[in-house]
């Protein structure tokens, strides 16, 4: 079965734009984490969506937000973009928010210039 | 500050060597996991334990849980070029309906031919 699939792969933007980031999960599985990468802080956890509702959030602030569609597909958003914003973002599907099996897709290198 | 610490950063050694990653917090976990994440990928999961004091092998690799589920050990027997790789622990905490993981800082292993 298809893998998490996670677009754009790379992606450059300016300070001050927005982005938009897509996560397809594995067909089935109904819950899908955010994670930022960054060499300093490495995985933080942004937050996490099952069925179309947020279940849990990280200590991010408000200009990072997400959603989640009924056939499970999530976006998430950074507004307001600042050079520390640059990072990889991975998404993760697990079949439940309970099942902590986690799929990562190959992630989003976001580059704020 | 990292919830979870992870020790060493850096670990780089020869082809046929053994090895062991260390994964500790103050917190206790209902579980935790290993993922590997290979350059340009996502992390991947190796192993989930549960049990303190659960030991489980998989090939070459053997995961240790401390018998308080706050730390936890990877070791590498007879390393070979393709281990190389970031690792990563996570530990799982439960909140409310929901599951989140919390990475650690991460490994960076280099086995060289």
């Known amino acids: 079965k298809a893998g998490v699939t996670q677009t754009p792969r790379y992606l450059i933007k300016t300070r001050g734009q927005q982005v938009t980031l897509s996560c397809s999960p594995i067909?089935?599985?109904?819950?899908v984490s955010w994670y930022q990468q960054t060499p300093g802080q490495g995985l933080q956890f942004l937050f996490e969506?099952?069925?179309?509702?947020?279940?849990n959030k990280g200590n991010f602030p408000g200009r990072f937000s997400g959603r989640q569609f009924s056939n499970s597909r999530s976006e998430m958003n950074v507004s307001t973009l600042e050079l520390g914003d640059s990072a990889l973002y991975l998404c993760a599907s697990t079949r439940s928010s309970m099942n902590t099996e986690a799929f990562f897709g190959q992630g989003t290198r976001l580059t704020v210039v | 500050t990292q919830l979870l610490e992870q020790s060493p950063q850096f670990l780089s050694i020869q082809e046929g060597e053994n090895l062991t990653v260390y994964c500790n917090s103050s917190s206790v976990f209902s579980s935790l996991q290993w993922y590997r994440q290979e350059p340009g990928e996502g992390p991947v999961l190796l192993v989930t334990v549960v049990t303190g004091g659960e030991v489980k092998k998989l090939k070459r690799l053997t995961f240790q849980f401390g018998d308080a589920r706050k730390d936890s050990s990877l070791h590498i027997t007879a390393a070979q070029p393709g281990d190389t790789g970031l690792y990563l622990c996570?530990?799982?905490?439960?909140?409310?309906?929901?599951?989140?993981?919390?990475f650690g800082s991460g490994t960076q292993l280099t086995v060289l031919p």
């Open positions: 067909s089935g599985h109904r819950s």
């Open positions: 969506y099952f069925s179309e509702t947020q279940r």
């Open positions: 996570a530990g799982i905490i439960s909140s409310g309906s929901a599951r989140q993981l919390t």
